[in-house]
């Protein structure tokens, strides 16, 4: 959180939009240390539910507000919008359209951070679009509905949408831990795991 919140150079006052909240984590933050007016929007009745509960815990309804609403609904200027692992909901043909949407956002001077995880490009559009046994497994098993996409793609329609592309860092080595924790962590608690969803 914080290191988004620094990339993003948040400052007092600054009208923030975190697409894709979650449980609001971002945005409340973002109140909380930066003293922004943080707006999160989510397509999840349970996570806004959460969200709002945790705005009104930490007192912070006059900093932070929530909505049900698909990120094509959004309307308002924002001075940092961030996106933080939703893009890849929003399908490769989609992704034009998206960054788009995104730039339509931001006020003049205004920063886009987009957290997605990727998947490494291959030598040809056609051999990534490819349905690999890798492919399969992806959208079978650690993200269905949703498609990976690869950077050099991601930032080819952030410039044809009018984005300066001033920094892409790499964070594929961190994830890597964060995904073999979440395993651990899960064998560890198996039996309290089955009996919460079979």
């Known amino acids: 959180l914080e290191m988004i919140c620094r990339k993003l150079r948040l400052k007092p006052g600054d009208r923030m939009l975190d697409i894709g909240c979650g449980w609001g984590a971002l945005i409340c933050y973002a109140a909380e240390h930066?003293?922004?007016q943080a707006?999160?929007?989510?397509?999840?009745q349970a996570q806004l539910e959460m969200t709002k509960r945790k705005i009104a815990e930490r007192r912070l309804g006059d900093r932070v507000t929530a909505d049900?609403?698909?990120y094509n609904d959004v309307e308002g200027e924002f001075d940092k919008v961030a996106s933080v692992g939703m893009a890849e909901h929003v399908g490769i043909d989609n992704l034009p359209r998206y960054m788009n949407k995104v730039r339509s956002l931001l006020a003049p001077g205004g920063l886009f951070l987009n957290h997605a995880i990727t998947r490494p490009a291959k030598r040809s559009q056609k051999e990534f679009?490819?349905?690999?046994?890798?492919?399969r497994l992806l959208t079978k098993y650690i993200f269905p509905g949703g498609e990976l996409d690869h950077q050099?793609?991601?930032?080819?329609?952030?410039?044809s949408a009018g984005f300066?592309?001033?920094?892409?860092?790499?964070?594929?080595?961190?994830y890597g831990l964060t995904c073999r924790r979440w395993a651990e962590r899960l064998e560890a608690n198996r039996e309290s795991a089955i009996q919460l969803v079979g």
């Open 164 to 174: 300066e592309v001033h920094d892409v860092e790499g964070w594929r080595d961190h």
């Open 68 to 70: 049900l609403c698909d």
């Open 34 to 36: 930066y003293g922004v």
């Open 39 to 44: 707006h999160g929007v989510t397509l999840s």
């Open 129 to 135: 679009r490819r349905n690999s046994p890798e492919r």
């Open 152 to 159: 050099g793609h991601v930032l080819d329609c952030m410039e």
